[in-house]
């Protein structure tokens, strides 16, 4: 893929449940090695527009392009971690088995299987717990294990929703300086979050109210659009609840 075309194109892209839509003709870009966040009251379509972007979901309208190629497309699972808001775990198994049902999918073989299960584990802070059933996990531990899952594969595309919730502010530092030194290797990562010292990290920031994206910038760019200062204010502009 050539470095300059964008690692996600979506044009023109509407999603309706029945009579309801929940996404209104989006327009968006994400190039590479870029950490775009999606901002917006819950409710306003960000997990409808990540599940869009993963292939788990299909728009009914409009096209979404990741590397290229027309979402969704099967394929293209190996090329992208998700972490999904909700955990995808099997509660009943221990993680190392989870890790390595996910690995299987992924086609990660041998050694290189055992070491990034390792390095994973150790990255979100669980490496103590690998042998121990999910169901024993704590909210946050799951959390934790689901964004291990996201990165074994060592993705070129990273989808996070809502990636840090539940987890405590020094883990979610660590998270965080994990996820920027993916991201000068050159990994682009998308995530959804309610965090605004988060958002401020993001390269730039795309802002979502009632199904319409109505503004992507950089943070400052938003702040100086919206004559605030500082993210949350911007971000309460844009939702509704300041004039
Ligand atoms: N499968 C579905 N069927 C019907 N309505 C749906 C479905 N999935 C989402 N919606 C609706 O679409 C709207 C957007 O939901 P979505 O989960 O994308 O919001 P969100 O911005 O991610 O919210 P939050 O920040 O609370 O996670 C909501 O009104 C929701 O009820």
Redesign the pocket.
């Known amino acids: 893929m050539d470095q300059d075309t964008p690692v996600i194109s979506v044009s023109h892209v509407s999603r309706a449940?029945?009579s309801?839509t929940?996404l209104k003709d989006i327009n968006l870009q994400v190039n590479r090695a870029e950490t775009f966040g999606l901002l917006?009251?819950?409710?306003?379509?960000?997990?409808?527009?990540v599940k869009l972007l993963t292939g788990i979901d299909e728009a009914s309208s409009g096209e979404v392009q990741v590397m290229s190629l027309k979402m969704p497309k099967l394929n293209m699972l190996q090329q992208i971690g998700y972490m999904a808001?909700s955990d995808a775990l099997y509660t009943e198994l221990s993680a190392k088995e989870n890790l390595e049902f996910f690995a299987a999918l992924y086609g990660l073989k041998g050694g290189n299987r055992t070491r990034r299960i390792v390095d994973v584990m150790e990255l979100v802070n669980l490496q103590e717990h690998l042998r121990k059933r999910v169901d024993q996990y704590s909210g946050g531990m799951k959390r934790r294990l689901s964004l291990a899952i996201a990165l074994l594969h060592e993705p070129p595309l990273l989808i996070l929703?809502?990636p840090t919730v539940g987890i405590d502010p020094l883990l979610r530092q660590s998270i965080w300086q994990e996820l920027r030194s993916l991201n000068r290797q050159g990994t682009t990562i998308v995530l959804?979050t309610?965090v605004m010292d988060e958002a401020e990290k993001c390269d730039r920031l795309g802002m979502?109210r009632d199904?319409q994206l109505l503004a992507v910038d950089t943070p400052t760019g938003l702040m100086q659009a919206t004559g605030s200062a500082t993210i949350e204010e911007a971000f309460l502009t844009y939702g509704g609840a300041r004039k």
């Open positions: 449940f029945g309801k929940v917006g009251p819950s409710g306003s379509g960000k997990t409808t527009l808001q929703d809502e959804t309610h979502i199904g």
